[in-house]
């Protein structure tokens, strides 16, 4: 058997996914586009949804996992009088009711008693695990079981447009925030039913200005002059891990951090920190404790 031609490549694209498209799909028909040996994707982001989905090639899939910790930015429209099986216009309608008769400035009041701390209940819907089984299986047999409340932050809520049926918003808010569940909880708040009908994400946070590629634009440019021409489309592996503070060291330095030893820099603030040689080469990643020692979380080149 013939061996598939691959490329070693290192960086991050940033995919407009188009509604209807796993994001497993879109990651194989990108991994496929580049001919890249590995690629990963940084969360899925629903069929339902489209999007930016920072796609990581190459070394920069060591350092996926990062951005799931970072801030999402989308915009969201929620159709009101109307509540779903699955919190958005896939599932069944299960209720109705009135509609709310309020205006402009009484909606972005309301809008406002969502930001903040505070902690959100977790869809059935939702590839999250009971007892090894994903929620959304249980879910499709009828069976609802109780889940944690998750630890989640409202960052920015805003009011884009409203009509009677429809409120359109857009919010940034932190890792593990359900945009459905957010729906149906603003629903709530106004008296009324309400389902996510449509869900766009603008950004990941170290991704707000950046452009995004959609696959049509991606194949097209691919046909006609070859997969080294999408490769100026990557953006630098250190791009997914920005939302982290930057340190600068010698080569003395990391080479003692390659040999698995430590050190201290007392005047550091604890936590993970991008690594950089004094050349502004990236190097990985590392962990600070609260003593201010500095030890290897994941470099470049090792495990």
Known sequence: ??????????????????????????????????????????????????????????????YAQYLLNADKSYRAKIRLGQSTTTGDREGKIVAETPLPLLGEKELAETLKTFLGPQQQCPPMYSALKHQGKKLYELARQGIEVERPLRDIEIRSLKLIAYDILTLTIEVQCSKGTYIRTLAEDIGKKLDCAAHLHELHRLSVEGFKEQAMQTLEQLQELAAQKGASALDPFLLPMDKALTHYPSLTVTEWWLNVLRQGKSFVFSELSPGLKRLYTEDAQFKGLVLVDETGRVKAERLLGFS
């Open 1 to 62: 058997m013939a061996k598939v031609f691959s490329r070693s490549l290192n960086g991050i694209l940033l995919l407009d996914k188009s509604l209807g498209l796993s994001s497993n799909q879109a990651l194989q028909s990108v991994k496929k586009m580049f001919y890249a040996e590995k690629a990963g994707h940084t969360g899925s982001l629903d069929p339902l949804a489209s999007g930016m989905l920072p796609i990581c090639l190459g070394g920069a899939t060591r």
